[in-house]
């Protein structure tokens, strides 16, 4: 069985008006490899940060 690292659940990041994104939800676990792609701008770094 695989530790969980970590859990997120119904993230969400607004500027203002915008939104970015919305009820983000994953789970890492011990072991696992993960990539995120997308478009300049599209709230990759702001999800890690």
Same mark, same amino acid.
């Given at each position: 069985? /695989?530790?969980?690292? !970590? ?5 969400? +990041?607004?500027?203002? $008006?915008? *939104? !970015?994104? $919305? @009820? !983000? @939800?994953? *789970?890492?676990?011990?072991g696992e490899? !993960? &990539?995120?792609? #997308?478009? /300049? #701008? &599209? #709230? +990759? *770094? *702001?999800?890690? @940060?």
């Open positions: 069985m /695989s530790t969980e690292l !970590v859990q997120v659940q119904g993230l969400a +990041k607004r500027y203002g $008006d915008a *939104t !970015v994104f $919305d @009820n !983000v @939800n994953f *789970t890492l676990t011990e490899f !993960v &990539c995120i792609i #997308g478009h /300049s #701008g &599209c #709230g +990759k *770094t *702001t999800i890690l @940060n």
